[in-house]
């Protein structure tokens, strides 16, 4: 199975700055043959569900406001928010769907500083 | 717009067995996706307990798959779980979700949740 390790558990961020969480897996989820990586983001707030941001690493759902941006490939992934709103302060996941079963990351909490 | 929406009981006794339901709105689960279930348990991380294709294939957790059935209904847009023998490690919240990616890619479309506590 593959294992998804983020940092930090948590962070905090003043308004308007840059809040960057990173996301690891214990193997590659590049597919080779379409060179996709197999790596999604969610945000959730308390009392919601988890809220899909970010798939095939880099690909940001409908909706979603430009100030996400997800980078990285391979093993290594980074979710970064450009300028952190008040609205932004929630618990952060990554997926892969790469191989069975899927897996999640353990969260990262934003706050605000 | 897809909506999903869990149901079932919130109080399930050690070794019986959890039944959820998720039923789907604004789009029919016969024209096509993998629906599924995910757990979080309370102040944890998640859970994929695995999904269902309006043909009945499913996918399931290995680690949950001796004690996970998920059926459809496709006459009354909905899909079921039913995970037997639980324990208090069982207790969490439960989703159902739209799956957009094969039997286990990422999700655009969730329940809110449905919370499912295992005590006598």
């Known amino acids: 199975d593959i294992v998804m390790t983020q940092s930090p558990d948590s962070l905090a961020v003043s308004l308007g700055e840059r809040a960057t969480i990173n996301c690891k897996s214990s193997q590659s989820v590049l597919y080779s043959s379409n060179r996709k990586n197999y790596l999604a983001w969610y945000q959730q707030k308390p009392g919601q569900p988890p809220k899909l941001l970010i798939y095939w690493a880099s690909t940001r759902e409908s909706g979603v406001p430009d100030r996400f941006s997800g980078s990285g490939s391979g093993t290594d992934f980074t979710l970064t928010i450009s300028s952190l709103q008040a609205e932004d302060v929630a618990v952060y996941y990554c997926?892969?769907?790469?191989?069975?079963?899927?897996?999640f990351g353990g969260g990262t909490k934003v706050e605000i500083k | 717009q897809v909506q999903l929406q869990e149901s079932g009981p919130g109080l399930v006794k050690p070794s019986e067995t959890l039944s959820l339901t998720c039923s789907v709105s604004g789009y029919s689960i016969s024209s096509g996706y993998y629906w599924g279930w995910i757990r979080q348990p309370p102040g944890k991380g998640l859970e994929w307990i695995g999904s269902i294709y309006h043909s009945g294939s499913t996918y399931y957790n290995p680690s949950l798959k001796s004690r996970v059935t998920i059926s459809v209904d496709t006459s009354k847009n909905q899909f079921s779980l039913k995970l037997s023998s639980v324990t208090a490690a069982d207790t969490a919240m439960y989703y159902c979700?739209?799956?957009?990616?094969?039997?286990?890619?990422?999700?655009?479309?969730w329940g809110q949740g449905t919370l499912v506590t295992v005590s006598s």
């Open positions: 997926q892969q769907y790469y191989s069975t079963p899927p897996s």
């Open positions: 979700a739209r799956v957009d990616l094969y039997s286990y890619g990422y999700s655009g479309y």
